[in-house]
């Protein structure tokens, strides 16, 4: 069945380490998006992608970085992990602008 | 800045009755709506799209859009135990901006 797949699923680090979390869709979908959510804040968008070649800041992005592989494949990066990044991370994929978008199951990552 | 305002609840229903969620949004540029479904600790799950204004009908579940009040809402008839969730409301960034902007969510509880 079309899926849309995150790795780890789970990761504690400390302070200053570069951590990379990865995201995969088995949809066919050109849109790719990362979101974080945090207790009483709600999820966040943090970068999206229409394509390899597009990628574009969301309303979070400071400390991340993303790369977008290949049409399937879309990675977040923290090159220095802090403590209030502490936060379950989601990945999210669309056919269209506007339109919905799918969840992967998240990465809870802890910063120690 | 761009809002989705949702009452954080708790708000407890009793099981068989109707629940009733609300919600409404700032950006007048906003074209599509969506009420997720959210388990603790489990990614976001769709349960309504809704583009147009009026009622839009799946299940037990029913979406309302109100675009000149800004207003969304999301009926549930005959209310399960199984229903008991935090329930997200986004609508899509106006303006050509892709994602969504969702609300802090309502939490949900049915009574048996």
């Known amino acids: 069945d079309a899926d849309v797949t995150q790795t780890p699923r789970n990761r504690i680090t400390k302070t200053g380490k570069r951590i990379m979390l990865e995201c995969s869709q088995t949809?066919?979908?050109?849109?790719m998006y990362w979101y974080r959510q945090d207790p009483g804040l709600g999820l966040r968008l943090i970068y999206y992608?229409?394509?390899?070649?597009?990628?574009n800041k969301g309303e979070i992005s400071d400390g991340y970085s993303v790369s977008r592989q290949a049409q399937a494949k879309f990675s977040l990066s923290l090159e220095s992990a802090i403590p209030n990044q502490t936060a379950l991370y989601f990945c999210?994929?669309?056919?269209?602008?506007?339109?919905?978008?799918?969840f992967g199951p998240g990465t809870r990552l802890t910063v120690l | 800045q761009k809002e989705v305002e949702q009452n954080s609840g708790p708000l407890s229903v009793p099981e068989g009755a109707i629940a009733s969620l609300n919600c409404t949004y700032s950006?007048?540029?906003?074209?599509?709506f969506f009420w997720y479904r959210q388990y603790s600790g489990k990614s976001p799950e769709l349960i309504m799209s809704?583009?147009?204004?009026g009622d839009k009908e799946d299940g037990r579940f029913t979406a309302q859009l109100n675009k000149a009040s800004q207003y969304v809402s999301l009926l549930i008839r005959d209310s399960q135990p199984s229903d008991s969730a935090t329930y997200l409301c986004?609508?899509?960034?106006?303006?050509?901006?892709?994602?969504?902007?969702f609300g802090k969510g309502t939490h949900l509880i049915i009574q048996p």
């Open positions: 992608s229409f394509d390899v070649k597009d990628i």
């Open positions: 999210a994929t669309s056919l269209r602008v506007a339109d919905t978008q799918y």
């Open positions: 986004a609508g899509n960034s106006g303006g050509g901006a892709d994602g969504l902007t």
């Open positions: 950006d007048r540029g906003s074209q599509s």
């Open positions: 949809k066919g979908h050109d849109r």
């Open positions: 809704i583009y147009s204004n």
